[in-house]
C-alpha cells in the first residue's frame, strides 16, 4: 500500500490509483447491470413501455446493491388507481414482482423511500397496505410529502433498495 495523500494533513494509507475514466462504462462501475422485465409480465403488461420512453430503468445491480426505480400504483393496463390504498397496494405488488424477478423478497429490503402527495389524509390508507408487505427486520423507510409527483393522479410513488444475495 501507498501513501495517497494527506487528509486534513493525515496520511491516508489507501491505495493510490489513477483515475482514468472508462469510456466504455464512465461510471466506472464494471459491475452495473440493468434488469429487464420480460415484455409478457402480468404485473407491468401495458407500462413495460415507459421505461424507454422516459430513459429509466426499473432497477439496476450495482455493488452487491439493487436500485429499484419508483414504483407508482399503475395497473397493469397502465391506467393510475382510484384510491391511495390501490396505489400503495399496486405500488409494493411492482417492487415485490421485481424483487421476484431477481430472486429476492420483500425482506431483502434494506432502504425504502415513499413520496406521499397530500400526506396527511393518505398516510393512513398507505400504512395499512405497507403492513401487508412488511415484516421485522423492518428496512430503512422515509416518508416525504411532496406536492406532487410525475402524473396528476398519482399520490404515492416508492423507490427502494435491496442487498442482493450472494
Known amino acids: ?3 495517497a495523500g494527506t487528509v486534513g494533513g493525515v496520511a491516508s494509507m489507501a491505495p493510490a490509483r489513477a483515475h482514468t475514466p472508462d469510456v466504455k462504462n464512465p461510471s466506472g462501475m ?4 440493468v434488469l429487464r ?3 409478457d409480465n402480468p404485473t407491468f403488461a401495458a407500462s413495460i413501455g415507459s421505461y424507454e420512453k422516459y430513459g429509466y430503468s426499473p432497477a439496476v445491480r450495482a455493488g452487491g446493491l439493487l436500485f429499484i426505480a419508483g414504483q407508482v400504483g399503475r395497473r397493469p393496463d397502465g391506467r393510475i388507481a382510484d384510491t391511495v390504498a390501490e396505489q400503495a ?3 409494493l ?3 415485490a414482482e421485481i424483487l421476484r424477478l431477481e430472486e429476492l423478497t420483500m425482506a431483502d429490503l434494506v432502504e ?3 413520496y406521499h402527495v397530500d400526506l396527511k ?5 398507505f400504512m395499512e397496505i405497507k403492513k401487508k408487505y412488511t415484516a421485522k427486520p423492518y428496512p430503512a423507510w422515509s416518508i416525504i410529502g411532496v406536492d406532487a409527483l410525475a402524473s ?3 399520490k404515492i410513488e416508492i423507490r427502494s433498495i435491496a442487498a442482493l444475495r450472494r
Open 89 to 91: 397496494e399496486l405500488a
Open 37 to 39: 422485465i420480460p415484455k
Open 30 to 33: 464494471e459491475n452495473k447491470t
Open 1 to 3: 500500500m501507498t501513501l
Open 93 to 95: 405488488q411492482r417492487t
Open 152 to 154: 396528476p393522479d398519482l
Open 121 to 125: 389524509n393518505n398516510i393512513e390508507p
Open 112 to 114: 425504502v423511500v415513499s
